[in-house]
């Protein structure tokens, strides 16, 4: 800390030699008295930015409630349709076993 204290006594301060380039005379400087709308019309533009983010944020949110929504129905759905094929391919299987060999008469002419 006393470094700090130490390093700081050393600077020496900052001295502003305006340069008169106005036809009055006066130098430029800073103008405080614009300073002031700057940041708040900035804060507005922000605030109006968010509000609109937060409102996409909402919309976007509701897409993805309901996009789950449909996901899980089309699993359960297409869970529905493994056990559907699978039972047919039993049933199928089945009828191959029980049926009995067929051959094909030909008859020649």
Partial sequence: MSNC???TRLTRPVIFRYKTA???GKPFTVRYHLLTPMPLNQMQKEHA???????EITSLKAQVTTMATENAS???ELAQQKRLLTQLAAYIQNNKNNAPA???NFVQH
């Fill in 74 to 76: 089309i699993k359960a």
């Fill in 49 to 55: 930015r968010n509000s609109s983010q937060k409102a």
């Fill in 22 to 24: 106005d036809k009055t």
């Fill in 102 to 104: 067929q051959k094909a």
């Fill in 5 to 7: 204290i130490s390093a």
